[in-house]
């Protein structure tokens, strides 16, 4: 992208990109509607808890947005053209209709950019958002910033969504998204000073050092999602179907917390696989866990599915609290993904598996961990006892129990329900709400 240059309309009233979850200065269309304005830019990310802004951020997720906005303000400061002042990221906190409000009577704004969403909450704030700006001449431009395809342009044959995931897969696979937009070298700054808020007063870090490991393990920001792109398509993506159910084992790119922040998007990943050794030929379709949550933020689908499964299927308890939990834990929390794959998991909602398919996490733990690696690593207690006993510890005979330093009920737990038994008991319950539906 070439350097912009400054309007010299009168006063130069600046334009402001307004990032959501498109925390990205390469390929983001917004940025670049606002480059191409040559006017002021003034980059703002608003923490807005409230209901309108959709559903507020948890723990895991604001360890990451603090991390991110940090280097995200890094990534602007250095975008300076040299003549003026550098884009200074600015950080404001309430609704947002009020922030942008408030900052186009205290700057002239004249145009604010954002990228579209997709949340219908969004959706719906965003219009009203457009109409309360309109008596002000502000004009709120919505690019097409997520998706591979914007969802309208892949219909069925009848004009509406497709239901069925084959014939969608065809389409889109025969769909050629665009290249990516680079990254603009430069930008021009708003020079008059704005008062924004510091990052430090948001308080997004847990208080408790449960975050201790977080950062050894991840690098919120395009350079850290860039690497995960890299490493996966030099290694674990040959093999993804083969190895992504392994928990012991890589096998999958832990992009999610990249793709969940649009600190990489969608397209991009799209393009380098094409690019890239496989050549496009990778299938994209095959495309101690609750301390691994608690330690990383992140867990494989394998692991969360099994969760889901024995909390709400053993454990007959309600998936919203699985939900609420996976919210606060996980690093990429989503509000559609994690609540359409705990309604997946307990058989309900738009698509879900069968309410007989009912996970038994012991032969999920013998198949898919046969030596117990993962086991080993996440729950060291268990570390001397062989495989396959450390898959059910419970029936090990007292002697083997004791030469692998464990007592149960004191050193490891005693199970809380017997899966065998807990499988029996939710069927009858699930075939009951059948016959009452
Ligand atoms: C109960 C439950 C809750 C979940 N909650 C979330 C959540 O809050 N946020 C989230 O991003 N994913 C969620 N997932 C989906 C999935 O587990 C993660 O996206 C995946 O584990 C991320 O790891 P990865 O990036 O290595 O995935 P890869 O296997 O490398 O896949 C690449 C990308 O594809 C997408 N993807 C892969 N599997 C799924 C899936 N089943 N559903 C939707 N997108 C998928 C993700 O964006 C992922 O980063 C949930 C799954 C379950 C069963």
Redesign the pocket.
Known sequence: MRKSRVSSEPAARPVVVWLRNDLRLRDNPALAAAAASARPVIPLYILDDGPSAGRALAGAARWWLHHRLIALAASFDALGTGVGPAPRLLLRSGRAVDVLQDLIASTGAARIFCNRTYDPLVDAADAALETALRPAGVAFERCAGGMLAEPDALLAGGGGPFRIFTPFWNRLQRLEPTAPLSAPRALPGYGAPVAGERIEAWGLLPRTGWDAQFARLWLPGERGAAARLRA?LRGQSADYRGT?DFPALEG?????PH??FGEIRVRQVWHAFLRGPAGGRIELTG?GFLRELWQTGW???RL??IV?SFLVKDLLIAWQH?EAW?WDT?V???RA??AL??Q??SGCGVDAAPYFRIFNPVAQSRRFDPDGAYLRKWIPELRALAAPLIHEPWTAAAGMLAAAGISLGESYPRPIILHSEARKRALAVFEAMRRRA
């Open positions: 996966f992504r999958t790119s832990r992009l999610s793709l969940r495309a867990l494989r689908n969360r599915m889901g699985g996976f996980l990429d929390a989503d993904n994690n794959n705990w997946w998991v």
